[in-house]
Each structure stands twice: as C-alpha cells, then as structure tokens.
C-alpha cells in the first residue's frame, strides 16, 4: 500500500501553471509514474491531459445542478456548491490503453487526476471511481500486477494538491479512497537505466478441429504470452554481467545490461508437435529491445522484474496494434500488384491458420524509442507503411507533447522491419529464420501435408548416408591401394 507519493517538481509545476493560465474549469487526465511496493511509495512522473474525443468535446466538464423552480433566487456561490463533474469514463480508459503501449519497463500510468474547484470535486466521488475503474480495466492486460491507482485532485479554489489512493478491486466506491502524503521533488534525475536484448522463439501447434473450431493468430498468440509471460519469472538474470542474488539497490551509474538465463525446462509444445491432429505449426520469434527504469532506492531484482514485464508489455502491445487494425475497413487503393504485398496489408488477426493458407509474408510492428524528460523515453511502434511523422503525430495527440520537442532525427530505431513469415511447409520456415538478422521480430506459420512432410523428411535424413556410405568406399579404396604398395 503507497503511504507518500513524491511528484516530480519540475513538471507538476508546468502542469499547475498551464492549467491556472487556462479558462477551463475542470480536466481530467492520466498519471504517469510509478508504484514501489517495496519502498511503500509513489513516484509521479508526469501529468497527461486527456484529448477532446472524436466529436471534439472535452473529456471532463462541469455540470451546474440548480432547481430553478423552488430556489429561482439561488446565488452564485451556491450554485458552485452544487456543481459536479461529467466524465467521458471511456474515452479516459482508451486513451489510458493507448499511452500504456507507449510506456517502458518501470514506468506506467498509475492513475488519473482532475483539474476541479473543492465543491465539484467532493460532489463526483462516485464519477471519479468509475473513471479510476474504467483506466484499471483498460490496461489490466498490460500490467495484470495492477492492485491500486492514485487520484490526484488539484483544486484552484482554494489552491492546493491533494492524493489519494485507490485499492482496485471488483466494486470501487468512496470508501476505497484514502488520503495519503505528497510533494514536490526531483524524481526523474535520480532514476537508472537498464536494457536488454532478447532473443524469443515460440513454436506452437495448430490443431485441425475442424471449420467451427479454426483458431486465428491473435488467439493463438495470446495464449502463448500468457504462457510465456509465466516462464519469463523463472527466468535469472545477469547485470552487467554479474548473477543477480540479492535485493540491493544498484550503486553504479549509467545505463546497465541485463540478460536472461532460462532453466533447462522440458518442451510440453515439441511433445504437442507430435500429436494427430496437428495441421500445422506457428513459428514466432525473432529479438526485442527491453528497456527499464529504476528508482534509485529500489532494489536490482525489481529492475529485472520491470525488464521481464516490458518484454511481455512489447509483445502484447503489437498484437493489440494489429487487432486495431483489424477492427478498420481495408483501402484497396494501397495493396500492391504481388501477393506478398497484398498479405502485407492484410491484417494479422484475421488471418485464420488452416491447411489451406498460402505461402505470404506479413510484416509487424517494430519498436522505436522517442527521447521525453530529463534524458529518458518513451516508445512507439511503427507499422511497415508508417513514416517517423506518424510517431511525432501520435506523441503530440497521446504524450501531449509540444511540437518543438520532437526531433524525428533523434528516434531511435532499435529494431530493424519485422515480418510474419506465412510458409507452406515446415521446410519453407528453415531458410528466412536462418537468414534473420538479430534484431529482427519474426512470425513464422508452417503448414504441411503429412505426405509432404515425410517425403521431404526422408530426402533430408537420406543425405547423411549417402555421405557415409561414400567415405566407407573412399576408404576401401586407400585400403587396398595401400595393399598393394606393400
């Protein structure tokens, strides 16, 4: 449980003064920051004001209840007093799903706040949890961990900060907020740096079941992250180079390595391979670049922790991106004359895995990192028909970031073109795995007759015998030459 949040001054302040500037009365937005169990504390990073929705209207006003009818000579002042907040609770919870993509390890949106005077804010409790349940639900699958938000009300009469937090649980009323201590201080000074590249492989079966049954990527996909994400916790872990074995803070400056060191575990997928009713395999692997922030007080293992709930983060976050893809009407003015660019444009989810898929290849979403504050970043995921413009388009309308910031020559591109790789047989999946490059984020889909499968299988175990039975005549041959020099 958070006892003290400390926010960071620098940008609060900015925060404070844009809004005291403003003419609006009320804003809801999210908390960007961080959640320290074992520090029992909160670090706020940021404060991301929520955009106007899609018709243009904000997502956070004030509604005046009066009664005109029994009380016609209400004042001023007491009509303030019974003045409430209306919240767009859905349009908060897709912006808090989309900015969370965009997140990196140690840093996430712990909470929202509202910009509203003493009286309105008392009188929308039960809108606030609603909004605060809302954001938990939207982003749960990105941060299952997820037991408690803040709720950060700054009031402008009179002028003061005040936090609160909130235990998630099923049913959030009034009574799940309690106060707790904040400040002002520097928080994103003292945060360290740690990376990781990691290198993945998932090859899963795909079962024949029949029309009524056929499983699509993204179903299959998400019930391998979900197992993977398990796996991901047993794994230990080097930084720079040394096992991590205890729980002390890191002491040394600059940015740290971390790598993952899995068990010897036994493959339940290979055995699964071998079943009856296996149409086919899914290859998906490739390389992801892992980045994680830590407080300085925290612990090393903590670091890890954030580095491994990253990677899952980063596989999710593409998959959520090619479902939204999904969700909107293809335009046949932008496939191309070939097939492979026809699938590229196809989106990944509505892909169905049957035995009569053809060979294709479609491209994902790959990581680039986006400088933010005080030297740290933020990420992006880039489609193949993207362009930086769009990363700088989306930072400006999610981040709320200023455009004179945003430098598209200092985006890092940290992996190289990802692709998904649709092959006919398990022989075609062979060659472009060999051939990718180590930061390269591939899926791969084997599919095979069980005729086509031996028949090749065959061709290949009967090179390896051939090769014998040639040394055993080359050596025949030196024997008897040999021989007969005697």
Same mark, same amino acid.
């Given at each position: 449980?958070?006892?003290?949040?400390?926010?960071?001054?620098?940008? &609060?302040?900015?925060?404070?003064?844009?809004?005291?500037?403003?003419?609006?009365?009320?804003?809801?937005?999210?908390?960007?920051?961080?959640?320290?169990?074992? $520090?029992?504390?909160? /670090?706020?990073?940021?404060?991301? %004001?929520?955009?106007?929705?899609?018709?243009?209207?904000?997502?956070?006003?004030?509604?005046?209840?009066?009664?005109?009818?029994?009380?016609?000579?209400?004042?001023?002042?007491?009509?303030?007093?019974?003045?409430?907040?209306?919240?767009? #609770?859905?349009?908060?919870?897709?912006?808090?799903? @989309?900015?969370?993509?965009?997140?990196? *390890?140690?840093?996430?949106?712990?909470?929202?706040?509202?910009?509203?005077?003493?009286?309105?804010?008392?009188?929308?409790?039960?809108?606030?949890?609603?909004?605060?349940?809302?954001?938990?639900?939207?982003?749960?699958?990105? !941060?299952?961990? &997820?037991?408690?938000?803040?709720?950060?009300?700054?009031?402008?009469?009179?002028?003061?900060?005040?936090?609160?937090?909130?235990?998630?649980?099923?049913?959030?009323?009034?009574?799940?907020?309690?106060?707790?201590?904040?400040? $002002?201080?520097?928080? &994103?000074?003292?945060?360290?740096?740690?990376?990781?590249?990691?290198?993945?492989?998932?090859?899963?079966?795909?079962?024949?079941?029949?029309?009524?049954?056929? @499983?699509?990527?993204?179903?299959?996909?998400?019930?391998?992250?979900?197992?993977? +994400?398990?796996?991901?916790?047993?794994?230990?872990?080097?930084? !720079?180079?040394?096992?991590?074995?205890?729980?002390?803070?890191?002491?040394?400056?600059?940015?740290?390595?971390?790598?993952?060191?899995?068990?010897?575990?036994?493959?339940?997928?290979?055995?699964?391979?071998?079943?009856?009713?296996?149409?086919?395999?899914?290859?998906?692997?490739?390389?992801?670049?892992?980045?994680?922030?830590?407080?300085?007080?925290?612990?090393?293992?903590?670091?890890?922790?954030?580095?491994?709930?990253?990677?899952?983060?980063?596989?999710?976050?593409?998959?959520?991106?090619?479902? !939204?893809?999904?969700? @909107?009407?293809?335009?046949?003015?932008?496939?191309?004359?070939?097939?492979?660019?026809?699938?590229?444009?196809?989106?990944?989810?509505?892909?169905?895995?049957?035995?009569?898929?053809?060979?294709?290849? $479609?491209? $994902? %979403?790959?990581?680039?990192?986006?400088?933010?504050?005080?030297?740290?970043?933020?990420?992006?995921?880039?489609?193949? /028909?993207?362009?930086?413009?769009?990363?700088?388009?989306?930072?400006?309308?999610?981040?709320?970031?200023?455009?004179?910031?945003? !430098?598209?020559?200092?985006?890092?591109?940290?992996?190289?073109?990802?692709?998904?790789?649709?092959?006919?047989?398990?022989?075609?999946?062979?060659?472009?795995?060999?051939?990718?490059?180590?930061?390269?984020?591939? *899926?791969?889909?084997?599919?095979?007759?069980?005729?086509? #499968?031996? @028949?090749?299988?065959?061709?290949?175990?009967?090179?390896?015998?051939?090769? +014998?039975?040639?040394?055993?005549?080359?050596?025949?041959?030196?024997?008897?030459?040999?021989?007969?020099?005697?």
């Amino acid at each position: 449980m958070v006892k003290a949040v400390v926010g960071e001054e620098a940008r &609060l302040t900015s925060s404070e003064d844009r809004l005291s500037r403003s003419a609006i009365r009320a804003e809801v937005g999210l908390v960007i920051g961080k959640l320290s169990s074992v $520090l029992d504390r909160g /670090f706020v990073f940021d404060l991301i %004001p929520t955009p106007s929705n899609d018709a243009g209207e904000p997502a956070c006003s004030v509604l005046e209840t009066r009664d005109d009818k029994r009380k016609p000579s209400k004042s001023k002042a007491q009509s303030s007093e019974s003045s409430s907040l209306s919240i767009d #609770s859905d349009w908060v919870a897709e912006h808090a799903r @989309q900015v969370s993509r965009m997140l990196l *390890g140690g840093v996430k949106v712990v909470g929202i706040y509202v910009w509203a005077s003493e009286s309105a804010f008392k009188n929308s409790t039960m809108i606030l949890c609603q909004a605060i349940k809302g954001v938990s639900d939207a982003i749960r699958h990105l !941060d299952p961990g &997820l037991d408690e938000a803040l709720l950060i009300h700054i009031c402008y009469s009179p002028r003061r900060w005040n936090c609160r937090t909130c235990l998630l649980g099923s049913n959030i009323t009034s009574s799940s907020l309690r106060p707790c201590d904040f400040k $002002l201080g520097r928080v &994103l000074s003292s945060l360290q740096r740690f990376k990781c590249n990691y290198s993945f492989s998932f090859r899963l079966p795909i079962y024949s079941k029949g029309e009524s049954t056929r @499983q699509t990527f993204t179903e299959i996909l998400r019930q391998e992250l979900a197992v993977h +994400a398990k796996e991901l916790k047993s794994a230990n872990a080097l930084i !720079d180079g040394d096992l991590v074995h205890n729980d002390e803070p890191c002491n040394t400056e600059g940015e740290h390595e971390i790598e993952l060191l899995f068990p010897f575990m036994k493959d339940s997928r290979a055995e699964a391979l071998t079943a009856k009713n296996v149409a086919g395999i899914l290859h998906f692997g490739g390389s992801i670049y892992s980045y994680a922030y830590l407080n300085a007080k925290e612990p090393v293992s903590q670091a890890v922790s954030d580095i491994k709930a990253d990677i899952t983060r980063s596989l999710q976050s593409r998959l959520d991106i090619v479902c !939204d893809e999904a969700e @909107q009407d293809l335009d046949p003015t932008v496939v191309g004359d070939n097939e492979e660019a026809e699938m590229s444009k196809i989106p990944v989810s509505k892909s169905i895995l049957n035995s009569s898929t053809k060979a294709c290849h $479609l491209r $994902l %979403p790959r990581r680039v990192l986006v400088p933010w504050l005080a030297g740290t970043y933020i990420c992006d995921y880039l489609q193949p /028909f993207e362009s930086l413009e769009v990363v700088k388009e989306r930072c400006m309308e999610l981040m709320s970031m200023e455009h004179s910031s945003l !430098d598209v020559s200092k985006i890092s591109e940290v992996e190289t073109e990802t692709s998904l790789l649709v092959a006919e047989s398990m022989w075609d999946v062979i060659t472009p795995a060999s051939s990718a490059s180590s930061c390269r984020l591939e *899926g791969n889909v084997e599919r095979t007759s069980r005729e086509d #499968s031996s @028949q090749r299988t065959g061709n290949a175990s009967n090179v390896p015998a051939m090769v +014998a039975i040639f040394v055993l005549l080359l050596s025949v041959i030196l024997g008897l030459m040999l021989y007969r020099r005697d």
